[in-house]
């Protein structure tokens, strides 16, 4: 039961793998390279996903050099006029081989194989690394985590496939190999929550303000009370091009603070930015477990409050917060996604990817209601 959780909680936070290489984003910002005397040239391992298009926006709107590198195959109409350097991860790096950048951006780093090979190449060429890895590496989630907090491991750590089972400790290896290649002065580790904002594809906060738009009965899991944790993709992106001017080093946690938001305030925001109301039934955390609704994609974003989960929502962003870390309301999280969500094709936004479906739900409220007499 254990390794099953420890699976669930993973391939939540897997969603961030996925989420670098997704569909099509819609955004109106202008792309246009403003120009600076102290630009810094950065190069990007990825780029084309949903993290990287907005670390590259917000590079560019600086006024940086970017330059991008990856296989090619994802969104290349999002950024025609940057330099790309087609290659592989997997012994296809030749193309970086010779450049010279002030800073690299690692958003696409999950097996440690891939990580070491990157920085062992460019780390004579370049000043800083910056990877984007996840709170997944945490050992446990049984209590609070901070930056110092032990980290998964694996059994075979040759292991190159990404699990749910394997996505944490594969990270927390990534991180390892990086700092084997690099010294600390010249090494950065973002270690995110769930990542959240336009262009997100992975639907897991999507899907509350999204299911509310339809307004009716809806479930809500476990209370009001219970606390989530997020991060709005553009404050990840801010903090990561933050860290790259200012030579910020070391290992953040890039979260909302602990206990500022809660189920119920999803809730609120929902119904505010969407201009519906809905009627919510709170379930009892006892009968989500009982129909196995913690499993797979069924509730995205909430945890179990108590139990061996009961952490994954009280990680300590306070170290990123020092150095500069800024969270916007959430509420202006969920408008900006709705405002997004709203333009995307048809056949896109009629078939979210996490949540409860119609079906399921009714057929969930209807036990519950049958069981708890309400």
């Known amino acids: 039961m254990k390794n099953d959780r420890r699976r669930f909680l993973q391939a939540s936070l897997l969603g ?14 202008d792309q246009k390279q403003s120009k600076r005397k102290d630009a810094a040239r950065i190069l990007i391992l990825g780029g084309t996903g949903f993290i990287g298009p907005h670390m590259v926006r917000e590079a560019l709107r600086r006024g940086h050099n970017v330059t991008l590198f990856n296989r090619g195959k994802t969104n290349n109409a999002l950024f025609p006029d940057l330099e790309l350097l087609v290659g592989d991860r997997n012994n296809g790096l030749d193309t970086l081989k010779g450049g010279k950048w002030d800073a690299v951006i690692d958003n696409s780093g999950y097996v440690p194989r891939h990580v070491a090979d990157s920085v062992r190449l460019l780390s004579p060429s370049i000043s800083h690394y910056l990877f984007i890895s996840s709170i997944s590496a945490y050992e446990s989630f049984a209590k609070a985590n901070h930056e110092d907090s032990p980290l998964a491991t694996m059994r075979d750590e040759t292991m190159e496939e990404v699990t749910g089972e394997t996505y944490g400790p594969m990270k927390a290896l990534c991180e390892q190999r990086a700092a084997a290649e690099i010294s600390d002065d010249r090494l950065t580790i973002l ?16 899907y509350w303000p999204v299911r509310t738009m339809q307004g009716g009965e809806m479930f809500w899991p476990g209370t009001s009370q219970d606390k989530i944790q997020i991060i709005d993709v553009r404050d990840l992106a801010n903090f990561a091009v933050d860290a790259v001017e200012q030579r910020i080093s070391g290992i953040y946690n890039t979260v909302t603070p602990a206990g ?38 069924s509730i995205p974003i909430w945890s179990p409050p108590a139990g061996e989960y009961r952490g994954v929502a009280d990680v300590s962003g306070e170290r990123a917060v020092a150095m500069g870390l800024k969270n916007r309301p959430v509420r202006e999280t969920a ?6 969500w709203k333009k995307l094709p048809d056949n896109r936004a009629e078939n979210i990817r996490a949540g409860l479906t119609a079906e399921r739900e009714a057929e969930v409220l209807a036990l519950w209601h049958e069981q708890s007499g309400s």
């Not at 961030?16 to 910002?29: L, M, Q």
């Not at 270690?191 to 999507?206: L, Q």
């Open 191 to 206: 270690r995110p929550t769930y990542i959240c904002g336009p262009g997100d594809h992975t639907d897991r906060f999507s």
């Open 16 to 29: 961030t793998a996925a989420a670098v290489t997704g569909v099509p984003c819609v955004f109106a910002e």
């Open 335 to 340: 408008r900006d996604l709705i405002s997004w």
């Open 260 to 297: 500022s938001y809660s189920m119920s305030d999803l809730l609120v925001d929902s119904m505010a930015v969407t201009g519906t109301e809905v009627q919510p039934t709170w379930v009892s955390a006892k009968f989500i477990e009982a129909q196995n609704l913690v499993e797979g994609r």
